[in-house]
């Protein structure tokens, strides 16, 4: 998979939609290959809480797996206006508010259920940032519903649900995470 053959491709299908865009920078971060686009009207490519982002990136991914004759979908993220980095960024920082919680009461906390891509940023940012080796993340629940559990390492619960998890509960506003869409 190369820089050309996605940014050729990107190139394609926003003209193919009408959507007016500048410049395709494309570059490679820890086994993801990050896609940056520029454009003079970016919500049009954002779209209503990321929906034709997501569409366009999935489209990408799609069309490059099948021209590059490749066995899985490349790992591919579209990011338009810094959109994809602050939704990002805002789910690294209520793992850390949970992170304080969980360490003041002991319990583990269970954060809003979240697509694939925000729970293994989750997983990924408390597994690798040094202030939180005393902790760690698992995902529980299954579809729409999976959601990331945050715990103390030397939790004495042994897995057991009596008295040390909370209630997995989607707040409203609360949480900020009802933008969140990969």
Not at 28 to 57: C, F, M, Y
Not at 138 to 162: A, K, W
Not at 165 to 182: F, M, R, T, Y
Request: hydrophobic share 30%; proline share 4%; charged share 30%.
């Amino acid at each position: 998979m190369t820089t050309t053959s996605i940014q050729d491709t990107l190139t394609e299908i926003l003209k193919y939609l009408n959507i007016p865009f500048s410049n395709i920078k494309v570059s490679e971060e820890e086994k993801i290959t990050r896609v940056d686009i520029e454009s003079e009207d970016p919500s049009r490519i954002i779209g209503w809480h990321g929906e034709t982002l997501n569409a366009i990136q999935h489209l990408t991914k799609a069309i490059i797996r099948t021209k590059e004759k490749l066995d899985r979908a490349p790992f591919i993220v579209l990011d338009v206006d810094g959109y994809r980095r602050a939704q990002e960024d805002k789910v690294c920082r209520i793992a850390d508010q949970k992170a304080d919680f969980v360490r003041r009461t002991g319990n583990r906390v269970a954060l809003a259920p979240m697509n694939p891509y925000f729970r293994r940023i989750v997983h990924t940012y408390v597994s690798n940032n040094p202030d939180m080796q005393d902790l760690t993340t698992e995902s529980s629940g299954e579809g729409d519903y999976r959601q990331v559990v945050l715990r103390q390492i030397n939790s004495n619960d042994n897995g057991n649900d009596e008295g040390g998890e909370l209630s997995p509960v989607i707040e409203k506003d609360g949480d900020g995470l009802g933008n969140l869409d990969v």
